[in-house]
């Protein structure tokens, strides 16, 4: 649990960092921040074995960071240095790092299931006793492709973990303008998963949650539906004023803040102290801080170079 503890403390002194670089104007297009939803997306990307796949949304970092990937790398990549994961041509919407199985955040709502059974056909194909973890947010769930991603995979029993980072938001549309019923773990029902619906901000239980899940599709038991019901404390993307929302909501969601959740049951274990726990925060601040400045020391892409690595012209 104390690997769990930094990873979540790091994805979210990561953003914070990301944020405030943006908002001095130090960097430019632009961030989707997960603040507040460490429980969530750290908890079941590090619930995944070192060599699952796994495809993040538009707001990656915190399943990237959960996964293991290069924190320096995804620094350098949102400051457009050639030393970021996609050689700082894709920016804070694309991070990926197939040394550890992250296949790459998508800008796409949706669009990472349909790829998500691509991998795991690879998968089943070669026998690798593997799962995909596909991360989805609420307002996914009204695309098509998501609906025949899930399909194809139930018809195909194929090693995919559809996980979904509920934070009541489509944007500035809450849950209930969106859908009817606002219970995501019905979405299973027509394709005949197992769901799993959690306290998305208890990261000890989204992760065993997550480890049962992983364990059963990769011994060939199917794909698995996962919500995660939490909350982004920040706006949907840096540019966002959150006036959809009552300072009052987002307060009432901060006391429920994941990350204090872990170390208040970590100090009442008796796991770990108050000064262990703040060693392990300075621990995460100095990784951040290190990646801060190996992206800054880093290199900016050469524009000789800015065809490579394009498939299409």
């Not at 989707?32 to 939803?37: S, T």
């Not at 990307?45 to 949304?57: I, K, N, Q, R």
């Not at 025949?148 to 809450?174: H, R």
């Amino acid at each position: 649990m104390q690997t769990l503890l930094y990873r979540m403390h790091t994805a979210r002194i990561f953003e914070e960092r990301v944020l405030s670089y943006f908002r001095e104007g130090a960097l430019h297009g632009t961030m989707h921040p997960g603040i507040g939803e460490e429980g969530s997306a750290v908890g079941a990307a590090m619930a995944l074995a070192g060599d699952d796949y796994m495809l993040a949304t538009h707001r990656g970092h915190g399943p990237a960071i959960g996964k293991g990937a290069d924190i320096q790398r995804m620094m350098a990549e949102i400051f457009g240095r050639e030393t970021g994961s996609c050689r700082g041509r894709g920016g804070s919407m694309h991070i990926t790092d197939f040394s550890c199985g992250m296949l790459g955040a998508n800008g796409i709502v949706g669009a990472n299931a349909p790829i998500a059974c691509g991998a795991a056909f690879t998968i089943k194909r070669k026998g690798l006793g593997r799962v995909c973890a596909s991360f989805l947010g609420d307002g996914a769930l009204n695309e098509g492709a998501v609906h025949e991603s899930m399909n194809l995979a139930a018809v195909w029993q194929l090693p995919v973990l559809f996980i979904v980072i509920n934070n009541g938001y489509g944007m500035s549309t809450p849950l209930s303008a969106a859908m009817r019923d606002t219970d995501l773990k019905k979405r299973a029902v027509p394709y005949g998963l197992p769901a799993y619906g959690l306290d998305g901000n208890d990261a000890v239980a989204v992760y065993a949650a997550v480890k049962q899940a992983r364990a059963k599709a990769a011994a060939g038991g199917g794909p698995a539906f996962i919500v995660c019901d939490t909350y982004r404390t920040e706006g949907h993307s840096k540019s966002d004023k959150n006036l959809y929302r009552t300072p009052q909501e987002i307060a009432r969601w901060r006391a429920r803040c994941p990350i204090r959740r872990l170390c208040e049951a970590l100090l009442g274990a008796g796991i770990l102290d108050a000064r262990q726990l703040e060693a392990v925060r300075a621990r995460a601040a100095q990784t951040v801080d290190d990646a801060v400045a190996f992206a800054k020391s880093s290199p900016p892409p050469n524009p000789d170079t800015l065809m490579e690595d394009v498939y299409a012209r």
